[in-house]
């Protein structure tokens, strides 16, 4: 059955981009009222949707989504106010009002907070698993950060000759190069294929899909034809981890290095996110970019784990400074071995067999070895856990 979610606001315009954002999840019905309060209140009282967004207004008080949420248990209620000093929340918050996002909320901070809440209430339609594969999402500050080399020999050591197994999906849906990190061989379909095939989509369908890279290790491989990327939603790699994640024991995406709605939801569906990049300043700037982007979406830091790839002694910048930008001590290096990289990607094979004994295999296997075993529980906190944590830099 589908989720069923109100949006209140008293601006078409605001409704329209909120829609929008969230027709990019499947399973969705919803309903978008441009008013005030009165406009709502007989739809509560009818049909209860899941989850109410309610926008303040001149017509649509605080008190009124208290009423609302005391009278009308089923629905979960979400507010947002120009006004978000700590009584404001404090009230929301004993009201049963679940988030309060501050006026104006962009579409993407709405889609976020549904999210939370979709998760905290159906975590399993939110997390969809028959076999609980853990996924691990590697993705670049910037492009040429080494993401594909990463992404694939991760998967590779992953597999451990066999042991387990692992599918590499390469989400740089124009110009994908993962499967031909580890593989010459051809990939019967690609990504886009299954997309164009989704609502057949199974396990079967999934394997024959697969370009087998060595014991345990398959690739879904990026379109030949960049044209094609337009193709594949959000919802199809929803479906295609999902199936994936049945079959295999880790799966890693390769989820490059542009953000949109694609790599958002790769990003969401991993249990772990892996950030590559390298020790100069343009690099910095933009992992505290995607460090922000990662707060706004509610990421646990735990979910991240820095990745500086080419990294050598002696640089300007140094390790300590990023740590400093970044707040955090977790950030894994790999050393700059140009030789050895561009020998296994030339020859479509993993480092651990062109240079074992590599000071690059040893940093990769280092990487691999802090890769949990298991997938993280959500470990989001709550809106107001995540306000206490924000309070000290208050406006
Ligand atoms: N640790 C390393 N030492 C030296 N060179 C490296 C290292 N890692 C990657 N490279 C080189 O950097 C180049 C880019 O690597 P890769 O394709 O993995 O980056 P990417 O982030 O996936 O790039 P894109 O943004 O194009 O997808 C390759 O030519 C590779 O040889
Ligand atoms: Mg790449």
């Known amino acids: 059955m589908p989720t069923k979610i109100l949006l209140l606001s008293p601006q078409a315009r605001t409704l329209r981009a909120w829609s929008q954002a969230l ?33 303040l207004s001149a017509g649509t008080s605080l008190a ?25 929340l404090l009230r929301a918050m004993r009201a049963g009002v679940r988030e309060v996002l501050p006026a ?41 950060a080494g993401t594909t080399l990463v992404a694939a020999n ?15 999906i390469d989400l740089n849906l124009q110009f994908g190069d993962a499967a031909l990190c580890l593989t010459t061989r051809p990939a019967p379909r690609h990504i886009a294929d299954l997309a164009r095939d989704i609502g057949r989509l199974d396990a079967e369908l999934l394997r024959s899909s697969l370009v087998e890279a060595g014991p345990g290790l398959w690739v879904l491989a990026a379109p030949e034809d960049p044209t094609l990327s337009a193709e594949v939603t959000p919802a199809h790699v929803r479906r295609i981890v999902q199936v994936a994640r049945g079959l295999h024991d880790h799966v890693v995406l390769d989820v490059g290095r542009l953000l949109n709605p694609v790599t958002l939801q790769a990003l969401d569906l991993a249990d ?48 300590r400074d990023l740590q400093r930008a970044l707040g955090t001590e977790r950030i894994a290096t790999l050393p700059n071995q140009y030789e050895v990289a561009t020998a296994a990607i030339n020859q479509g094979r993993p480092v ?23 997938p993280q529980a959500d470990r989001t906190p709550s809106w107001w856990g995540r306000w206490l944590q924000a309070a000290p830099v208050a406006r």
């Open 64 to 88: 009124q989504v208290e009423h609302w949420a005391a009278t009308h248990p089923r629905t979960d209620f979400l507010a947002v106010s120009a006004e978000t000093g700590p009584e404001t």
């Open 104 to 144: 104006p909320a962009a579409p993407d901070a709405v889609l976020a907070a549904l999210r939370r809440q979709l998760r905290k209430r159906f975590p399993a339609a939110a997390d969809p698993r028959g076999a609980t594969g853990e996924v691990l999402g590697v993705v670049s500050c910037k492009g040429g």
């Open 154 to 168: 991760l998967a590779h050591l992953l597999a451990r000759q066999g042991r387990r197994r692992v599918l590499l």
């Open 352 to 374: 651990a067999e062109v240079a074992p004994r590599s000071a690059l295999q040893r940093g990769l296997q280092a990487l691999t070895e802090a890769a949990p075993q298991a």
């Open 23 to 55: 027709d990019l999840e499947s399973e969705l019905e919803i309903e978008a009222v441009a008013g005030e309060a009165d406009a709502v209140t007989p739809l509560l009282d009818v049909e209860p949707p899941d989850l109410a967004l309610v926008e």
């Open 272 to 319: 772990r996110v892996y950030p590559v990049l390298q020790l100069t300043l343009p690099f910095l700037r933009d992992a505290q970019r995607l460090k922000r982007v990662f707060e706004g979406l509610g990421y646990p830091t735990d979910k991240i784990r820095w990745v500086v790839n080419r990294h050598q002694p002696g640089t300007t910048l140094t390790l």
